[in-house]
Protein backbone atom coordinates (compact mmCIF):
# COMPACT_ATOMS: atom_id res chain seq x y z
CA UNK A 1 0.00 0.00 0.00
CA UNK A 2 1.29 3.26 -0.83
CA UNK A 3 2.27 5.89 2.36
CA UNK A 4 0.15 8.57 0.53
CA UNK A 5 -3.00 8.04 -1.89
CA UNK A 6 -4.47 10.46 -4.06
CA UNK A 7 -7.81 10.89 -5.43
CA UNK A 8 -9.44 11.00 -8.12
CA UNK A 9 -6.21 10.39 -10.46
CA UNK A 10 -7.71 12.28 -12.56
CA UNK A 11 -10.83 14.31 -12.99
CA UNK A 12 -12.39 17.19 -15.35
CA UNK A 13 -14.47 19.38 -14.89
CA UNK A 14 -16.33 22.33 -16.48
CA UNK A 15 -15.22 25.86 -16.02
CA UNK A 16 -16.39 27.77 -12.51
CA UNK A 17 -17.17 24.25 -10.95
CA UNK A 18 -15.86 23.58 -7.23
CA UNK A 19 -13.09 21.08 -6.78
CA UNK A 20 -12.02 18.78 -4.19
CA UNK A 21 -8.89 17.17 -4.32
CA UNK A 22 -7.97 14.03 -1.81
CA UNK A 23 -4.95 13.18 -0.24
CA UNK A 24 -4.50 10.01 2.64
CA UNK A 25 -1.17 9.03 4.38
CA UNK A 26 -0.70 6.65 6.76
CA UNK A 27 2.86 7.81 8.30
CA UNK A 28 3.86 10.22 10.50
CA UNK A 29 4.29 13.68 9.51
CA UNK A 30 5.37 16.80 10.51
CA UNK A 31 3.68 18.63 7.72
CA UNK A 32 2.07 17.81 4.21
CA UNK A 33 2.72 20.08 0.81
CA UNK A 34 0.40 21.05 -2.02
CA UNK A 35 2.27 20.89 -5.05
CA UNK A 36 1.28 21.98 -8.56
CA UNK A 37 2.99 20.95 -12.09
CA UNK A 38 2.28 22.48 -15.42
CA UNK A 39 2.62 19.51 -17.77
CA UNK A 40 6.35 19.76 -18.94
CA UNK A 41 6.68 22.09 -15.82
CA UNK A 42 8.59 22.61 -12.26
CA UNK A 43 7.24 21.82 -9.51
CA UNK A 44 5.12 25.07 -7.95
CA UNK A 45 4.53 24.78 -3.97
CA UNK A 46 0.63 25.99 -3.32
CA UNK A 47 0.67 24.68 0.56
CA UNK A 48 2.50 23.55 3.48
CA UNK A 49 0.38 22.57 6.42
CA UNK A 50 0.73 21.07 9.29
CA UNK A 51 -2.60 21.53 11.17
CA UNK A 52 -6.19 23.24 9.79
CA UNK A 53 -6.80 25.23 7.22
CA UNK A 54 -4.32 27.54 4.50
CA UNK A 55 -6.02 29.89 2.25
CA UNK A 56 -4.30 31.51 -1.16
CA UNK A 57 -6.80 33.29 -4.19
CA UNK A 58 -9.56 30.19 -4.84
CA UNK A 59 -7.54 27.71 -3.23
CA UNK A 60 -8.20 26.33 0.26
CA UNK A 61 -6.29 23.39 1.77
CA UNK A 62 -7.17 21.42 5.02
CA UNK A 63 -5.62 18.77 6.97
CA UNK A 64 -6.85 16.67 9.98
CA UNK A 65 -3.92 14.94 11.57
CA UNK A 66 -5.85 12.63 13.80
CA UNK A 67 -7.80 11.28 10.38
CA UNK A 68 -4.55 11.51 8.12
CA UNK A 69 -6.55 13.08 5.61
CA UNK A 70 -6.35 16.04 3.84
CA UNK A 71 -8.31 18.27 1.06
CA UNK A 72 -7.10 21.04 -1.67
CA UNK A 73 -10.61 22.61 -2.80
CA UNK A 74 -10.35 25.22 -5.76
CA UNK A 75 -13.59 27.57 -6.25
CA UNK A 76 -14.45 29.01 -9.52
CA UNK A 77 -12.14 26.86 -11.03
CA UNK A 78 -10.38 28.29 -14.41
CA UNK A 79 -8.96 26.36 -17.26
CA UNK A 80 -5.78 28.06 -16.14
CA UNK A 81 -6.01 25.55 -13.35
CA UNK A 82 -5.83 22.78 -15.45
CA UNK A 83 -2.31 21.25 -13.66
CA UNK A 84 -0.96 18.00 -12.07
CA UNK A 85 -1.79 18.35 -8.08
CA UNK A 86 0.49 16.37 -6.08
CA UNK A 87 0.38 15.92 -2.38
CA UNK A 88 3.64 15.44 -0.50
CA UNK A 89 4.06 14.37 3.28
CA UNK A 90 7.70 14.65 5.44
CA UNK A 91 9.21 13.92 8.35
CA UNK A 92 12.82 13.55 7.49
CA UNK A 93 12.06 12.14 4.25
CA UNK A 94 9.56 14.21 1.81
CA UNK A 95 7.09 11.29 0.09
CA UNK A 96 4.75 12.07 -3.10
CA UNK A 97 1.36 11.00 -3.85
CA UNK A 98 1.27 9.78 -7.71
CA UNK A 99 -0.81 13.03 -8.33
CA UNK A 100 -4.43 14.21 -9.41
CA UNK A 101 -4.45 15.48 -13.17
CA UNK A 102 -6.76 17.70 -13.19
CA UNK A 103 -8.10 19.68 -16.64
CA UNK A 104 -11.04 22.68 -16.25
CA UNK A 105 -13.26 22.50 -19.63
CA UNK A 106 -14.06 26.41 -20.60
CA UNK B 1 11.50 27.74 -7.12
CA UNK B 2 14.60 30.68 -6.10
CA UNK B 3 17.46 29.34 -4.19
CA UNK B 4 17.49 25.75 -5.72
CA UNK B 5 19.48 25.30 -9.37
CA UNK B 6 19.59 21.77 -10.93
CA UNK B 7 22.36 21.24 -13.64
CA UNK B 8 22.18 20.30 -16.71
CA UNK B 9 18.11 20.85 -17.35
CA UNK B 10 18.44 18.46 -20.26
CA UNK B 11 20.89 15.65 -21.39
CA UNK B 12 21.22 12.43 -23.70
CA UNK B 13 23.77 9.41 -22.67
CA UNK B 14 24.30 6.64 -24.01
CA UNK B 15 23.86 3.25 -22.10
CA UNK B 16 27.14 3.10 -19.85
CA UNK B 17 28.11 6.01 -19.98
CA UNK B 18 28.59 8.05 -16.39
CA UNK B 19 27.37 11.55 -15.57
CA UNK B 20 26.92 13.45 -12.35
CA UNK B 21 23.93 15.77 -11.86
CA UNK B 22 24.29 19.24 -9.71
CA UNK B 23 21.67 20.58 -7.14
CA UNK B 24 22.83 23.57 -5.77
CA UNK B 25 20.86 25.49 -2.91
CA UNK B 26 21.74 29.08 -1.59
CA UNK B 27 19.11 28.94 1.49
CA UNK B 28 21.58 27.06 3.70
CA UNK B 29 19.10 24.15 3.94
CA UNK B 30 20.10 21.16 6.04
CA UNK B 31 18.09 18.69 4.14
CA UNK B 32 18.37 18.00 0.32
CA UNK B 33 16.79 14.91 -1.61
CA UNK B 34 16.79 13.75 -5.40
CA UNK B 35 13.75 12.33 -6.73
CA UNK B 36 12.88 10.45 -10.62
CA UNK B 37 9.39 11.30 -12.05
CA UNK B 38 8.01 8.85 -14.30
CA UNK B 39 4.87 8.95 -16.16
CA UNK B 40 2.12 7.02 -13.52
CA UNK B 41 4.20 6.57 -10.95
CA UNK B 42 4.94 9.98 -9.03
CA UNK B 43 7.95 11.48 -7.78
CA UNK B 44 10.19 8.38 -6.24
CA UNK B 45 12.66 9.35 -3.79
CA UNK B 46 16.31 8.32 -4.79
CA UNK B 47 18.76 9.60 -2.08
CA UNK B 48 18.46 11.92 0.18
CA UNK B 49 20.58 13.77 3.05
CA UNK B 50 20.02 14.88 6.23
CA UNK B 51 23.09 17.41 5.82
CA UNK B 52 26.62 18.04 5.21
CA UNK B 53 28.46 14.80 4.95
CA UNK B 54 25.52 12.38 5.23
CA UNK B 55 23.69 10.38 3.13
CA UNK B 56 20.36 7.96 3.04
CA UNK B 57 18.57 5.95 0.40
CA UNK B 58 15.13 6.43 -0.75
CA UNK B 59 13.06 4.09 -2.32
CA UNK B 60 14.60 3.86 -5.81
CA UNK B 61 18.99 4.25 -4.91
CA UNK B 62 19.58 1.14 -6.93
CA UNK B 63 22.02 2.29 -9.96
CA UNK B 64 22.71 6.08 -8.51
CA UNK B 65 25.39 6.93 -6.40
CA UNK B 66 25.61 10.58 -4.05
CA UNK B 67 27.69 13.15 -2.06
CA UNK B 68 27.17 15.94 0.14
CA UNK B 69 30.57 17.16 0.48
CA UNK B 70 29.45 20.63 0.75
CA UNK B 71 26.39 22.10 2.69
CA UNK B 72 25.10 23.44 -0.47
CA UNK B 73 25.52 20.77 -2.99
CA UNK B 74 24.19 17.60 -3.62
CA UNK B 75 25.52 15.92 -6.05
CA UNK B 76 23.84 12.40 -8.17
CA UNK B 77 26.09 10.31 -9.69
CA UNK B 78 25.12 7.66 -12.47
CA UNK B 79 28.10 5.46 -13.22
CA UNK B 80 26.90 2.76 -15.97
CA UNK B 81 23.68 4.79 -17.64
CA UNK B 82 21.09 2.42 -18.40
CA UNK B 83 17.65 2.89 -20.49
CA UNK B 84 15.85 2.51 -17.12
CA UNK B 85 17.24 5.41 -15.85
CA UNK B 86 15.58 7.81 -18.29
CA UNK B 87 13.45 10.23 -16.27
CA UNK B 88 12.97 13.72 -15.02
CA UNK B 89 14.91 13.92 -12.18
CA UNK B 90 14.17 16.94 -9.30
CA UNK B 91 15.99 18.24 -6.63
CA UNK B 92 14.70 19.85 -3.10
CA UNK B 93 15.75 21.15 0.13
CA UNK B 94 14.75 22.18 2.90
CA UNK B 95 15.47 23.59 6.31
CA UNK B 96 14.97 21.40 9.53
CA UNK B 97 11.88 22.34 11.54
CA UNK B 98 8.62 21.10 11.05
CA UNK B 99 7.10 24.47 10.13
CA UNK B 100 9.57 24.96 7.12
CA UNK B 101 8.91 25.27 3.55
CA UNK B 102 10.32 22.65 1.03
CA UNK B 103 12.10 24.10 -2.40
CA UNK B 104 12.11 22.13 -5.58
CA UNK B 105 14.61 22.40 -8.52
CA UNK B 106 12.81 23.28 -12.15
CA UNK B 107 14.27 19.85 -12.77
CA UNK B 108 16.85 17.59 -15.28
CA UNK B 109 15.29 15.53 -18.41
CA UNK B 110 17.97 12.92 -18.75
CA UNK B 111 17.44 10.44 -22.03
CA UNK B 112 19.68 7.05 -21.87
CA UNK B 113 20.01 5.41 -25.47
Known amino acids: KNEVEQSPQNLTAQEGEFITINCSYSVGISALHWLQQHPGGGIVSLFM???GKKKHGRLIATINIQEKHSSLHITASHPRDSAVYIC????????FGKGTRLHILP | NAGVTQTPKFRVLKTGQSMTLLCAQD?????MYWYRQDPGMGLRLIHYSVGEGTTAKGEVPDGYNVSRLKKQNFLLGLESAAPSQTSVYFCASRSTGGGTEAFFGQGTRLTVV
Open chain 1, 49 to 51: LSS
Open chain 2, 27 to 31: MNHEY
Open chain 1, 88 to 95: AVRDDKII
